[in-house]
T-cell receptor, first 112, second 112 residues
Framework: NAGVTQTPKFRVLKTGQSMTLLCAQDMNHEYMYWYRQDPGMGLRLIHYSVGEGTTAKGEVPDGYNVSRLKKQNFLLGLESAAPSQTSVYFC???????????FGSGTRLTVV | GENVEQHPSTLSVQEGDSAVIKCTYSDSASNYFPWYKQELGKGPQLIIDIRSNVGEKKDQRIAVTLNKTAKHFSLHITETQPEDSAVYFCAAPRSNDYKLSFGAGTTVTVRA
């Protein structure tokens, strides 16, 4: 089983460029999440989705957009990248109620 | 919302010794407490979890204890080995929407 797959694994962007990070899960999970991880700050929730066609803001949503057109995919978009968005991005998925998350292996993004 | 505090932020132990990481949470309605291990360059992986109806759970060399009265839970690793070196995160769900709030992480280093 693949679990949660993130693409790409690494990316370097110039300030102002745009990109989309793709997350795919094959566990039939309803919920999907995007986190960013920065040194000393743990995991911070950017956006999440509780089902196909739904999205909601997390703790740090500014500068990001998301879409969940299919249950198995959750896309994170950066419309105009800024150096402050240099981070490692993790996607996760879960069943709805009080259960653990399955994480992808991450995307390391550098904005120069 | 749920506020999860994790201590210590770093922990260095001699191989064979025990390691203990403690987390406190604020939402008394929280009922599920997972622990994640993140190895270098990888995504967090669920290693053990506990629900509020039990006080302790063991899985080989790792165990988790829960004190609901004091609102804290701890991860115990016995007979530590070099492969236990990693960052460990605790988490607890917010009662209003079940999304997990994560602690800031503990970097564990096992010295040979």
């Amino acid at each position: 089983n693949a679990g949660v797959t993130q693409t790409p694994k690494f990316r370097v962007l110039k300030t102002g460029q745009s990109m989309t990070l793709l997350c795919a899960q094959d566990m039939n999970h309803e919920y999907m999440y995007w986190y960013r991880q920065d040194p000393g700050m743990g995991l911070r929730l950017i956006h999440y989705s509780v089902g196909e066609g739904t999205t909601a803001k997390g703790e740090v949503p500014d500068g990001y957009n998301v879409s969940r057109l299919k249950k198995q995919n959750f896309l994170l978009g950066l419309e105009s990248a800024a150096p402050s968005q240099t981070s490692v991005y993790f996607c996760a998925s879960s069943f709805p109620v009080g259960d653990g998350y399955t994480f992808g292996s991450g995307t390391r993004l550098t904005v120069v | 919302g749920e506020n999860v505090e994790q201590h210590p932020s770093t922990l260095s132990v001699q191989e064979g010794d025990s390691a203990v990481i403690k987390c406190t949470y604020s939402d008394s309605a929280s009922n599920y407490f997972p622990w994640y291990k993140q190895e270098l360059g990888k995504g967090p992986q669920l290693i053990i979890d506990i629900r509020s109806n039990v006080g302790e759970k063991k899985d080989q060399r790792i165990a988790v204890t829960l004190n609901k009265t004091a609102k804290h839970f701890s991860l115990h690793i016995t007979e530590t080995q070099p492969e236990d070196s990693a960052v460990y995160f605790c988490a607890a769900p917010r009662s209003n929407d079940y999304k997990l709030s994560f602690g800031a992480g503990t970097t564990v280093t096992v010295r040979a």
